[in-house]
């Protein structure tokens, strides 16, 4: 599932952003409602889930310890 999303964490990744984030939210609440672009009345909803993904890759990424890195 979600192949397309990319590895965010250093090494793999020296430089994340706020965009890297939210792109990959995007990426993963697309596969799992099946929508790509959700109708008007699904589309809150939608963008909440992107939010909150978002938010606990944040915490994720932010909390993981990696040995031998720096």
């Known amino acids: 599932m979600c192949r397309s999303i990319k590895t965010l ?3 793999m990744a020296p430089h994340v952003d706020d ?3 939210r792109a990959a939210a995007l ?4 596969k799992v409602s099946g929508f790509h672009h959700p109708a008007p009345h699904n589309q809150a909803v939608f963008e909440e889930a992107v939010e909150a993904v978002a938010e ?3 915490r994720l990424l932010d909390g993981l310890e990696i040995r031998g890195a720096g």
């Open 9 to 11: 964490r250093p090494p």
């Open 19 to 21: 965009e890297d984030i």
């Open 27 to 30: 990426q993963y609440v697309r």
């Open 56 to 58: 606990a890759t944040h």
